[in-house]
């Protein structure tokens, strides 16, 4: 096979594992084994750039970071759509739309409203050319870099196609949101999927953009080679045979009580779709009658969007309580007499922090509404204040710590307000639970009650005495026998060389979630390099942005940080870097290194070469396939040239293994 077939195939590949993920929810293969095709086209690419192609799935990773987004100006303007917020509103629409039409009866086309930010879309000659947000609806901002990084769109359809310009939704599902929600600090996490969604596009780094895992569903057939599809349904048609992603739950009604139908069905079953929804758009079916009817200066005529109501309770405050988190964050959460919505018992809801306490300003004794929209997180809405009783006093902003009575810091920029006494038992005993959780050291045994026990018990301070400990204190708690103790020890023994990702995410360093450690592992390989990198080398991970690099650098700056790994280091933790990747990449090649090197050893570069299945030699002949040259390169470097043996940097070398 050629390598122009080979990178073709690759590619087809690559766009069906896209589609499979997240078109179809049946992926075939982990994102690991993703990530190693990607790479491998990615090498490809890298080695004959004359293959380059800016749709090519490498480019979904994201480039150079963005200065600034040009404008797009929307023709026709991507107008607002009208609410009917109860059916009653919605038969006055349809009232409206037979009297426009001056008949009896007309077709709709009902479908899921996803609740995410709109996007246009151009195709030119089977490739996408633009992606542009909504912006005020005449003027958008061209985000083409980043809407290439949502895996969800094809970035080419059928050749044939010389322009397509279509709209449609950018929205995150709900099980990538918890997975984006789960590599995020406390205070960074995100509300719901479609505010994470709404941020994403604007982002100046197609980085961030692509580690979102964005979702797609395309709705509007602007036009298609000069033209418009004849009816709402016929333009579905039409996206789906392009392989354009749309969404499958529609309906076509011949009458408002087929609508109302889809609406009820829809009602109920909401809560069952891995996406948000906040409603049901009815569209007039037929494009000739869209066009009799017009639109409005506002809103097109012939559509209309229904939203369901939130799911909302009336209750009352009996506490604001307040947590303090790993990172020293003090969050106010309302407590409340329990009330069921959404079918689920809820009994109390994070108020965020101080700003959003006193905006709100709830205060104890107060009747409030809580709602639950389509995320998981019950919020509180309304204070209700003709119900609030005499005496209740606005809620204080605290000045100490609530669990060690140290003073709180606000730290400029930030709205959080922190402890930052790094000896404050909550905050201790949030790292060491976390250190020893299921993601991270996976120590079984060592949940946050034994850890509360050890800590009262002044048997640990950090993550690092936990090293420390004996059977006989262990033994020594309430509640623990010989036996529990002994397990424990064990399970604390074994985690000492446990891989090194899990270490690197149990030290809790900000914005270093599993897939950042898991990362950060693959290319530092040990604890020590990874301490002592810089943070231009990180940020040259892919998937590594400015903000994570940082984090871990300043981690690594901070003595106290550096002295706490080096004491575990001397207790023997050893964490291991099982090299995942035992790959294919030099499969039956012969490769020579010549010159000094200024990364690896003789021996280590050896050991890559054999890892990707090829064999390291002495001699540079005809049959060789690589010269790998350093430094003062001599007679080898001569006798290759002369021979037409590629010749590589330790650079290039690493690219083409993967590791650039
Ligand atoms: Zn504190």
Redesign the pocket.
Known sequence: MSVKQDIERLRKELERHNRLYYLDATPEISDFEFDQLLRRLDELEKAHPQYDDPNSPTKRVGGAPIDSFPTVVHEPPMLSIENAYTLDELREWHERVLRGLGRETVEYEAELKIDGVSISLLYENGALACGATRGDGVRGDDVTPNVRTVRALPLKIDRKVKRLEVRGEIYISKRDFALLNQDLDEEEQLANPRNAAAGSLRQKDPKLVAARRLSAYLYHVVSVDGRQPESQWDAYALLERLGVPTNPQRALCATLDDVVAFIETWRERRHELDFDIDGIVVKVNRREEQLELGATSKAPRWIVAFKYPPEAAQTIVRAINLY?GRT?TVTPVAEFDPVRIGGTKVVNASLHNFDELARKDVRIGDSIVVEKGGDIIPKVVDVLLDKRPDGAEPFAVPEH?P??G?PLHRFEGEVAIR?I?QG?P??VLQSITHFASRKAMDIEGLGWQTVQALLDAKLVSDYASVYELTVEQVAALERKGEKSASKLIENIEHSKTNELSRLIFGLGIRFVGERAAKLLAEHSRSLDALMNATAEELVGIREIGPKVAEAVTFHFSVPANRERIERMQRLGVAPVHVATATGDRLAGKSVVVTGTLTRFSRDEIHKLIEREGGKPASAVSSKTSYLVAGESAGSKLEKARSLNVPVLTEDEFLALIGEG
């Open positions: 303090v020293g710590c669990v060690c140290e402890c006494n404050c909550a905050i």
